[in-house]
C-alpha cells in the first residue's frame, strides 16, 4: 500500500459495511456536534468551522451552450479534520479535498486536488468570501457574487455567478437531521444563482449560462452507523419553485428535504414525505447505479421522472460516487442535480 | 540398470578423491567469486531502486532552484495555485543519515513504497511529533528525535522518511524545500514557470536516476572482475572434467560392451555431473556470500563517498541472486562437459580405450590458428565495431584468444629456450617442461587470465583514481567553495571577502539544452586559476584567449562525443548566438554536456541568473582565517562552506577503499588459478612418473627432481606472466577506452603502474610456488620402490 491510498483511506475511510459512506457514520469523539437551536451567524458560518470532522461548500450547476445544448458543472471543497483545531503551519489536522467536473450528455470530465491546511495551499475565508484549493477558487466580496474557476487534466472552467434570491436554512433553521436515531448537520443553501461563464473543453470553449446551487454543510458525525449512502436531489422547476430532498439509505430509509418557492420560502419537509423510487439502473465503473427516479412530494402535487443527462457521471475520484445534471419532466418540467453515494461495486 | 550405471560412475570418483576435490572445488571457486561479485551488485541495484523510488528520482521530473539553494515554501504555494501539481521534497542529514521529508497528500502514488500497514494513523504521521520511517539499521544510527520510530524494511538505506512538516522541524529549515516533483497529469490551465517562479528550472526525468547512471561505472567493472574469475574458474572445471572422462574411457568401453546404451550412458552422467555441479554450486554460493559480507561495507562506503549513493552495508540472499548462482555453475559444468560428450557420443565402441590426455597436444596447430583467428575478431571489433556489446565481445574475443594463444606461444619459447641447451639435464629440463605444457596448459591459461584480469582491473582503477585526482584539482583549484542562500548573502560574500581574498571567482550556471542535449552552462571569469589548473583533451592554439575575446565556447567530453562535435564546429547557445568550440576538457562522472562561456556573455544571455556559489582563492594558510571571517561576518553555515583540501582527503580515502576491494579480488582470483596449478600438478604427478624414473635411475636425486619440478613451475608461471601482462594491458585499453566510452560518454586516460605490474607478478610467482611446493615435496619423499616399480610395470 502507498502513502497515497492510505491517506485516502484515513482522510476518508471508506467501509461501506459498518460505517456509512467515506466514514461519515464513524464516532464524532471530541469534535463539536450540531446543537439544534443554535442560529446560524452570516457571513462568519460561510466559513470554516475546524471545531467539526467535516465540512463542504458544494457548488452544481445546470447550463446550456450557445446551441442548446445542456452542461453540468460541480465545483466542491471538501475539509475533514484529523483533530478538532486549527492552527496554521504543516502541523494543523485541517486537510482538504476538491473535485471538479463538467457534465456533457457524451462525456464527464474529473479533477481532484488535496491540500493540507495551514500552509495557504487550500483553505476558506469568510468575509470577503474566499474558497480554494490549488488554482481553483469560489471568491467573491460577498456570497452574492462569485466567480468560480477549477480546472484538470483535460478541461477547465471559469464562470461568474449572481445570487437572485435569498439564502435558505433546511431543516429547523438550519439543523438539519439526518437520522431516525438524531444524528444531524448545519446545512444551508444558495440555490438562486444566475451563471455565465466559459467552459474549456478537448474539442474548444463553450460560452455558457445557466444557473447554479450552492450548498453549505457542516458536522461531525451526520450519518447514522447503519446508513451506507444517500440519493440527493437538488430540482428546479420551470414556475421558479425548487426541492431539495434527500433519502438515507439504511436499514430503514430515512428522507428529508426542503420546498423552496420562487420567493426564497423554505418548509421543510419531514421524514417520508419525500420518496424516491428507481426506474432503471446503469452499468458504470463496474456498479450497478440507479440514473432514472421516479421522485413524489403528494403535498406539492409534485409527481415527475427524473433524469440523468449523462448516465456515465461517474466521479472517480479517491471516495467514487455519482454526481451530474438531471432533466424533469412530468407534473413538473426543470432541471437539476442528482448525487448518488455508497453503491458499492 | 540406472542405478548399477550410476553406482559404477561414481566408483571413479571413490578411487580418485583428488579430482572430485578439484572438480567441485574448481567450480565452488568459480560460483563464489562470480556471485560474490554479483551479490554486491544486486545489493546496489536494490538500493538504488529503492532510493529512486522513495524519493521520485528518476520517474519523475524535478523543479529545483536555479542557483541550487533552497525554494521558498511561498513559492511552492504559489506553484500550486497557478495550476502546477507539483509536491515538495525537502532533504538533508543527521549524523550521516539521510532524512526525506514528503507531503503524503500531493505526492505521486507509487511514491515512498512505505508499507505504513493497516491501523496506521495518519495524524500521527502528519501532526504533533510525527513519526519517521527508516529500516531498524537506520533508526539505530539516530539520535532521539521526539518523532516516533516506525521499522520500514522497503525504505531505501541509510534514508529516513517522514512528513515534510516534521522534516523541517528536524532538519532546523522552517518554510524550505529542496526540490519540487512535477507529477506527471497537470491542468491545461497551468501557467508558465518563468511567470510564476522564474528563479525555479525543471529538469527532465533521468531514467534511472543520476546516481545509478554514475555507480554503474564501478558495477561494470565489478562485474568485468566477476566474469573473469568465473572464465577462469572455469577452465578449472573443464581440466577437471576433460581428465576424468578420459581416464573412464576404458571403463565406459567396458560398460558399453556389457550392453549399456550411448543414449543412456551420456545422459547418466548429464546427471552425476549436474548432481555434482549442484553441490559445487551450493558451496560456492555459501562462500560467494562470505566474500560479498566481507567486502560490501568497503563497496558501499566507496559509493557512498564517490557518488554519494547510499548502500545498505548488510547483505539480504535474494532468490534471484543464489538462483543465478547455481543456474552458472550448471551453466559452467555444461560448457565445459560439451566437448567431452561431443567426443563421447561419436566414440566407436571398441576403439579409444587408450586415455588420450597427453594426445592433446597435436591439437596444438588448430588452437593456435583459433587463438589468432579470436585476436583478429577483437582487434576488427575494436577498431570499427560500434555500442556496448560490441565491446563486450571484443573484451571477449580478446581473453580466450589470449588465454588460448598460451600453450602455443608457451611451447615456442621453450623451443628456443631448450636449443642453446648445452648440458644433458639441461636439455632434459626444458624437454620434460615442453612435454608437460599439454597437462598443465588450463591451468596455465587459468593464471594467465587471472593475471590478466588483475593487471586490466588495476591499471583501470589506478588510471581513475590518478585522473579523478588530477581533475579534483582542475575543478576544485580554488582553496575554499562558498554558496549563498540569497542573492543579499552572495553581495556580504563578496563584501567580506574582497579584503580577505586573492580573487573571488563567481560561479554561474543555467540548465538548456544545447545542440538537442541537456547541459549545463557555466561561466568562466577570465582569471589564472582557469587558465594554470585547467587541461584539455584538445584544443584549438590559444584557447583561453580566444574564450576571454568571446570568440568561442569549451565544451565538456560528454558534450563533444554525444553530440558528435568537433574543434570549431559551431553550436547554438540563442538564436542569434553562434559560437564555435575552442577546447574539450574531461568531465569525470557527470552525466549531461557542460558548456563554459566567458563571464560577460553568460551575464548578457541570461540576466536573471544571479551568483550565488564562489570559489575563494587564497593561500592555504589563510584558508581558515577566511573561513572564520565568512562564518561571523556573513552568517554562512559550515555546511555552507567547503574546503578544497577536506574534498581531496575524503577522495583520497575513498579510493584507499576502492583499493582494498581491488586488492582483496586479486588475492582471490590467484588464489583460484594457483589452486588449478595445484590441482593439474597433483593429477600430472602420477602420470609422470614413467618419465621420471629413467631420469632417476641415471642419477638424478629425488630432491633434485624435486627443486627441477619446483624451478619449472615457476618458469612457466613467469612465462605466463610475461605473456599476461600485454593481455592485461590490452583488457585494460579495452575497458577504458572502448567499453567506458560506449557505456558513459567518456574516455579515462590510461596510464601504466609498472611497480603494480611487478607486484602482481611477484603473487603469481608465489601462488606457483605454493602450489607446486606440496607436489614437489612428495616427489622429493617418493618411495625408491615406487619409481622402481615403473621399470617392473612397464606396459
Known sequence: ?345 | MSWTVLAALASYWRRNPLQLVTLLVGLALATALWSGVQAINAEARSSYDAAAATLGEGSYAQITARDGGAIAQQEYIAMRRAGWAVSPVIEGRIDGVRIVGLEPLTAPGGLGPVNLGAGTDLGAFLTGPGQIFARAATLDRLPVLGAQRVIAPDVAPNTVLTDIGIAQRLLGRAGQIDRLIVLPDQPITRRPLSDIAPDLAQATPQGGGDVARLTDSFHLNLTAFGLLSFAVGLFIVHGAIGLAFEQRRPMIRSMRALGVPLGRLIALMAVELAILALIAGAIGIALGYVIAAVLLPDVAATLRGLYGADLSGQLTLRPAWWLSGLAIALGGTAVAASGVFWSLARMSLLSGAQPRALAMAQRGGAQAALAMALLTLSAVMAIWGEGLLAGFAMLGALLIGGALALPPLLALVLKLAEAPARTPVAQWFWADTRQQVPGLSLALMALLLAMAANVGVSTMVSSFRLTFVGFLDQRLASELYVSAEDAAQAATIVAVASDRADAILPILSVDRTVAGLPAEIYSARDHATYRDNWQFLRAMPDAWNRLARGKGVLINEQMFRRAKLDLGDAIALAPDVRLPVLGVYGDYGNSIGQVIVTEALFRSLYPDVTALRFGLRTTPDEAPALRAALRTEAGLSEAAMIDQAAIKALSLSVFERTFTVTTALNVLTLAVAGFAILMSLLTLAAIRLPQLAPVWALGLTRRRLALLDLLRALVLAALTAVLALPLGLALAWALLAVVNVEAFGWRLPMYLFPLDYIRLTALALLAAALAALWPAWRLSRIPPARLLGVFSNER
Do not use: C
Open chain 1, 1 to 345: 500500500m502507498n502513502v497515497k491510498v492510505l491517506v485516502m483511506l484515513l482522510l476518508l475511510p471508506f467501509q461501506a459495511t459498518a460505517q456509512g459512506f467515506a466514514g461519515l457514520g464513524t464516532t464524532a469523539e471530541e469534535f463539536a456536534r450540531p446543537i439544534l437551536g443554535t442560529a446560524l451567524e452570516f457571513p462568519a458560518d460561510h466559513g470554516p468551522h475546524p471545531e467539526y470532522r467535516i465540512e463542504w461548500w458544494y457548488l452544481t450547476a445546470n447550463m446550456t451552450g450557445p446551441d442548446g445544448t445542456p452542461y453540468g458543472l460541480q465545483w466542491t471543497l471538501f475539509r475533514s479534520a484529523l483533530a478538532p483545531r486549527g492552527g496554521e503551519g504543516w502541523d494543523t489536522p485541517q486537510l482538504w479535498m476538491g473535485h471538479a467536473a463538467v457534465t456533457t450528455p457524451s462525456a464527464h470530465h474529473v479533477a481532484e486536488r488535496l491540500a493540507r491546511g495551514g500552509i495557504g495551499q487550500a483553505g476558506a475565508e469568510a468575509d470577503p468570501f474566499n474558497a480554494w484549493i490549488d488554482d481553483w477558487h469560489m471568491q467573491g466580496p460577498d456570497l452574492d457574487q462569485l466567480s468560480l474557476t477549477a480546472s484538470g487534466t483535460d478541461f477547465a472552467y471559469d464562470v461568474d455567478l449572481t445570487a437572485t434570491g435569498p439564502l435558505v436554512l433546511h431543516g429547523q433553521n438550519g439543523y438539519s437531521v439526518k437520522s431516525a436515531a438524531g444524528q444531524a448537520s448545519y446545512y444551508y443553501s444558495q440555490p438562486f444563482y444566475d451563471l455565465s461563464g466559459t467552459l474549456t473543453l478537448p474539442a474548444g470553449d463553450v460560452a455558457v449560462t445557466g444557473s447554479a446551487w450552492l450548498d453549505r454543510e457542516w458536522s461531525s458525525q451526520p450519518l447514522a452507523e447503519d446508513q451506507q449512502g444517500w440519493d440527493w436531489f437538488s430540482l428546479s422547476f420551470d414556475n421558479g419553485d425548487k426541492l431539495m430532498g434527500f433519502v438515507l439509505r439504511g436499514d430503514t430509509d430515512y428522507t428529508s428535504g426542503t420546498w423552496i418557492t420562487a420567493d426564497g420560502a423554505a418548509t421543510a419537509l419531514p421524514n417520508g414525505a419525500f420518496s424516491a423510487t428507481a426506474l432503471s439502473w446503469h452499468a458504470v465503473a463496474g456498479r450497478e447505479v440507479p440514473t432514472e427516479w421516479q421522485i413524489r412530494l403528494p403535498d406539492r402535487s409534485v409527481d415527475v421522472t427524473v433524469t440523468a443527462i449523462n448516465p456515465d457521471a461517474w466521479m472517480q475520484t479517491s471516495v467514487p460516487y455519482w454526481e451530474g445534471p438531471v432533466t424533469v419532466s412530468g407534473s413538473h418540467a426543470g432541471n437539476g442535480y442528482l448525487e448518488m453515494t455508497g453503491y458499492g461495486q
